[in-house]
């Protein structure tokens, strides 16, 4: 048998940790560290110097020390920063002062410095310092083209360091006009425009002050320039403004790009097309398949040179899929917009399960009957297996298509003492579980995460088991997700709370697995937690929800209840009940409308009937459409170790999702 968790209280952890002898003579002070965090956001720098001082002996002094020489990194000389480096070899805040450190020297252009430091970065996870890299491996003479054309097309806001890179490579002729043109197209379809003006203006300056008018306002830049001229900047031009017109008012500027396509060369023509039909598809429109079909038609017919002139994302893309599974006319028209679409995506984007599996389909709906189709059949059967084993979404999808059954990972070998003491020894986790434990979460999953750094499925076993023991959810969770060979379900599907929350739920009538799931993504467990939108507690409910259902249940509420474990848990149980009510108990449907609000879903059901995985592959909100899908894998995972269902996705999400029959009660409209 595995070794049981052993609960200890979040709140009770500084305790626990200062009881240490090796910290105990410390003397801890842990005001001290959190009024220090305190002045680096009003950037007091004489309150940080004297933080430094009185902090020397807390096990968090280092934090203390990287923010007071962070706060003045402008004016700092490099002899700080190296002793800086030597005092905390190895620790997180000398690899995220290198970070800091290496921009400012970019801003500085100390090619000499940076050159020299670079090397030393081991997160090497900021595009802006990779950009800089790349323009000083340029100026040793190095081939840096397809790097520096990859790093500055990922970046989607305007910075010093891709901006630098990509005036310098222009320059040198390295890039080219084609390059700043997809760039801002990219930007464009992405809503970055001051990328897309800096981009343009890499063309010509005119070209930049043409593409801050059409930003601002493409109707009247394409009604004064009701042609396309020669100069190749114009064809541009008015497809970016096309562009920017399909995000503002997808109908407005479908008339536009049926005027304006066919004075375009033709792969600005089914770019103008692709950008239509996905701005159509955000908003669900009927009319996003027919769009994508003109732009494809065109697209098909180009020779490959041509068509990699003008590209189309692997976002315009996904959209493409999107759009013929929810509005393509025919099943025929259907598969061969979504297979083209994958087919024509990324090597990397084509991994992703969520694509692997609809091609899959594709080649299944577009196969031919007999021995014909068969070896399109065998292919689409290999592409479901390939995915079958993950633990997501799809896997399951793909595995219950192949008429298997969803299996629960068998637990791995319990851990050994010297495991588990390593995890306990590892300073960095220490110094993150203390900084999660004094409110510094964000330090804190920063410190935790670094501290992942190169472990192996034992190791990261070991630590997820200090923060399932410390009741760190996220981070219990989060960190046994990382295990590829040993996967231990108890920690990544963890039941903190459970005689309150079976309870509750049952009470009124839920599936407990299924609140399993939906609070596992909403907070991870952590009864504390508030959104950026003020979502609060366990279930991440908002105030106003929070003391409308509060009435509803009779329950007289104060702002403060909304952080009560066991009130919280209760408010978000009673409303996810309502809500999954209203919807005719889809749990697809109850789950968007929890994250998103009830409205949105009501407008998203509306239009053709579609399987659910169709459905939830539509909704225009990434955050929404990633909630779903992992709330119902959630709880296909839970309702397995609850015992109460056998793992099966498809069963959780029923048949389909359409509009509301005409016999079914009306929709609760007071539902927040």
């Known amino acids: 048998m595995r070794t049981p968790i052993r609960w200890l209280p979040a709140a009770a952890l500084a305790a626990a940790l200062l009881a240490a002898p090796a910290l105990r003579a410390q003397s801890a002070d842990h005001q001290a560290v959190l009024d220090a965090r305190e002045a680096l956001r009003k950037g007091n720098k004489a309150q940080l110097a004297e933080a430094r001082g009185t902090t020397q002996q807390h096990p968090l002094a280092q934090w203390v020390q990287y923010w007071e020489l962070s706060n003045r990194l402008g004016s700092a000389q490099a002899d700080e920063v190296e002793a800086f480096y030597a005092r905390w070899s190895g620790s997180y805040v000398e690899d995220r002062l290198r970070n800091d450190w290496l921009l400012e020297l970019g801003r500085r252009r100390d090619w000499a410095a940076f050159s020299a430091d670079y090397p030393r970065f081991r997160m090497n996870d900021d595009r802006e310092v990779l950009c800089y890299h790349l323009l000083t491996q340029h100026q040793q003479g190095l081939d840096v083209r397809d790097a520096a ?59 930049g002050t043409a593409a801050a008018e059409l930003l601002a306002s493409p109707e009247r830049y394409l009604k004064r320039r009701p042609g396309v ?73 180009l020779p490959a040179a041509k068509r990699a002139a003008a590209p189309w994302s692997d976002d315009t893309l996904a959209w493409q899929v999107r759009a013929a599974l929810r509005s393509a006319p025919s099943p025929e028209e259907r598969w061969a917009l979504v297979g ?37 059949r065998e292919l689409a059967r290999q592409l479901l297996e390939s995915i079958s084993g993950q633990m997501n979404f ?206 949105r879903p009501r407008r998203w059901r509306e239009g053709p009937t579609l399987e659910v995985a169709a459905w939830a592959e539509n909704i225009p909100f990434t955050e929404t459409r990633d909630y779903v899908k992992k ?25 389909t999702i359409g509009p509301r029959e005409s016999g079914a009660p009306a929709s609760n409209q007071e539902l927040p």
């Open 394 to 599: 799809y896997g399951k999808l793909a595995t219950e298509d192949l008429g298997a059954k969803v299996a629960i990972p068998a637990a791995p070998q319990p851990l050994s003492k010297a495991e588990r003491e390593a995890a306990q020894r590892h300073a960095g986790l220490q110094r993150a579980l203390l900084l999660i434990a004094i409110g510094l979460r964000n330090e804190g999953v920063r410190e935790w995460n670094f501290s992942l750094r190169g472990m192996g499925d034992r190791e990261l076993l070991a630590a997820a088991q200090l923060a399932c023991e410390r009741e760190v959810w996220d981070r219990c969770i989060n960190t046994s997700d990382r295990t590829r060979a040993e996967v231990d379900m108890a920690q990544r599907f963890p039941m903190p709370f459970r005689k309150q929350v079976v309870a509750q739920a049952r009470d009124i009538g839920l599936d407990p697995a299924y609140v399993y799931g939906l609070i596992r993504q909403e907070s991870r467990f952590i009864t504390d937690a508030r959104s950026g939108v003020g979502a609060s507690g366990l279930m991440q409910v908002m105030p106003a929800t929070a003391k409308w259902t509060a009435r509803k249940i009779g329950i007289e509420f104060r702002p403060e209840m909304i952080t009560d474990r066991d009130l919280n848990l209760k408010i978000g149980t009673a409303y996810l009940k309502l809500v999954l009510d209203d919807f005719g108990g889809s749990q697809a449907l109850a789950a968007a409308a929890y994250n998103a609000g009830p409205g």
């Open 149 to 207: 054309r990859s790093a500055w097309f990922a970046q989607r806001d305007a910075d010093d360091g891709c901006q630098l890179l990509a005036q310098t490579l222009v320059a040198a002729g390295v890039l080219g006009e084609a390059d700043a043109w997809q760039k801002a197209r990219l930007a464009v379809e992405q809503g970055r425009p001051r990328a897309a003006r800096e981009a343009a203006a890499l063309v010509s300056p005119a070209a």
């Open 340 to 376: 083209g679409a994958v087919d024509a995506m990324s090597p990397a984007e084509q991994q992703d399960a969520a694509w692997v599996y609809w091609r899959a389909r594709a080649l299944q709906g577009r196969a031919k009957p007999g021995p014909e189709g068969d070896a399109d």
């Open 631 to 655: 709330v119902l894998s959630n709880a296909t995972y839970y309702g397995s170790l609850l015992g109460s269902q056998p793992p099966s996705l498809k069963a959780r999400m029923g048949g």
């Open 229 to 301: 001229s020669a100069e190749p900047a114009s064809a541009e031009l008015a497809t970016l403004a096309l562009l920017r017109l399909a995000a503002k008012d997808p109908d407005a500027a479908a008339d536009a790009v049926r005027e304006r396509a066919p004075k375009l060369p033709p792969p600005l023509a089914a770019y103008a097309w692709a950008g239509l039909g996905k701005q159509a598809a955000l908003k669900q429109s009927s009319e996003a398949a027919g769009y994508y079909q003109r732009g494809w038609a065109l697209r098909q017919d």
